[in-house]
Structures are given as C-alpha cells and as structure tokens.
Nanobody, 126 residues
Framework: QVQLVESGGGLVEAGGSLRLSCAAS????????MGWFRQVPGKEREFVTA????????AYVDSVKGRFTISRDNAKNTVYLQMNSLKPEDTAVYYC???????????????????WGQGTQVTVSS
C-alpha cells in the first residue's frame, strides 16, 4: 500500500502563489506517474497535471498551462505543485494521486490512479 499526504493549501488573493506538496510513503518503489486533480462541490474531479517517474514528461490541463508547474523529488518521495498567478476559478480541493501503471496514456483519467491523498483546500479570493 501507498499513503499520500498533501500539504500547502490555504487562502490566497488572486494573482498570488501557493506551493502544494504530496509526500508518499509505504510501498513507493512501484509508483510511476504522479498527478494532481482538483474538485469543487457538485462537479467531477478534474485533471490538473501529472509527471512521469523520471520527471522528464509532464502534462497539464490547458487552463493552468504557464501558471502551474509540477515537479518531483524521488529521493524524498515527494511531488510538488507550484501554482502562480492564481485565479478565483482555481479554488478547489486539490488531490494528489499516484499510479503503478507504466503508461504515458490516460494520465488525465482518474481511473488510472491507484492511490489518492485526502485532499487540501485551495481558496483564491478575488
């Protein structure tokens, strides 16, 4: 089993920045892709970004390109999400996810991921 714990959420004004962290523990050796999703009440969980094990491949939803950056430190079993130029529409609960499936496909599909964190709230005020 793998446990994922997010941190770094909070309240920020529009235009501000936040950095989320996701620490993985347990049987982390088999983890391949790690990603971030977000969800607002009444809506489906939305893909935000993902990164391959090596960090050499990343993917982003169009709405965050140029503003958000995903990175990972495998020595620390941690993935980061740097969020700049935040907008009120970025307000959501952000979830970290991990999969042991070695594929570059379906990264944006929540069904690909085996493990999920508990979520951290990000609120952007206008």
């Amino acid at each position: 089993q793998v446990q994922l714990v997010e941190s770094g959420g909070g309240l920020v004004e529009a235009g501000g920045s936040l950095r989320l962290s996701c620490a993985a523990s347990g049987r982390t050796l088999g983890i391949y892709t790690m990603g971030w999703f977000r969800q607002v009440p009444g809506k489906e969980r939305e893909f935000v970004t993902a990164i391959s094990w090596s960090g050499g491949s990343t993917a982003y939803v169009d709405s965050v390109k140029g503003r958000f950056t995903i990175s990972r430190d495998n020595a620390k079993n941690t993935v980061y999400l740097q969020m700049n130029s935040l907008k009120p529409e970025d307000t959501a609960v952000y979830y970290c996810a991990a999969t042991t499936v070695r594929t570059y496909n379906r990264w944006s599909s929540a069904s690909l991921y085996d493990y999920w964190g508990q979520g951290t709230q990000v609120t952007v005020s206008s």
